[in-house]
């Protein structure tokens, strides 16, 4: 197989995100691949604006990367025990473009929050939304860290050997899954 594409996904946009953090430690734990990260900087979604000037072109970038991934990764943080803002705003335009985008696409779903539980509510409904874009979610353990700022070094690498350990695990399923 050629070198597989993997996209990432951010739920945050905040540059020093723990969920930015958790995902360069998926992509090393993935192994080579060409990656894309995502950009979900785009407009609120308004019919009305679709209607008068159509998808933004941000959105149709977005959905031409999930449509030529091999595999996805998403990491979202939990605010106020939901799915955040930017990342349901994404999921909203990207049902608005013509042609499936996530069906059958191998994803996977983790989540670092400041939190004891780690991002779990936010993640279920993550994986909910999922749903009716019909995207692939492989089963395993939930990766979900809690006390997020005190599980990553000063250079963001994942510092706790049983997340590492799952994080690891689900990584290694996703490229297998890809690579079938």
Request: aromatic share 4%.
């Amino acid at each position: 197989m050629p070198t597989p594409k993997l996209v990432t996904i951010s739920g945050s946009l905040r540059a020093g995100s723990f969920n930015r953090m958790l995902l360069r430690e998926a992509v090393h734990a993935f192994g080579p691949a060409e990656v894309v990260e995502a950009d979900l900087n785009l407009p609120l979604y308004d019919g009305d604006l679709e209607s008068s000037r159509g998808v933004p072109e941000a959105v149709h970038v977005l959905a031409d990367h999930l449509r030529n991934a091999d595999a996805i990764v998403i990491s979202s943080p939990e605010y106020n025990k939901g799915i955040t803002g930017v990342m349901k705003n994404a999921l909203d335009w990207i049902s608005r473009v013509k042609g499936p985008v996530f069906k059958n696409k191998l994803t996977v779903t983790m989540s670092a929050n400041a939190g004891r539980t780690g991002g779990e509510t936010g993640q279920f409904m993550l994986m909910s939304c999922l749903v009716p874009l019909q995207a692939h979610v492989l089963p395993g353990p939930m990766l979900c860290i809690a006390g997020a700022e005190n599980e990553f070094d000063e250079a963001g690498k994942l510092i706790n050997d049983r997340y590492h350990k799952v994080l690891t695990g689900k990584m290694e399923a996703l490229r297998a899954a890809a690579e079938q």
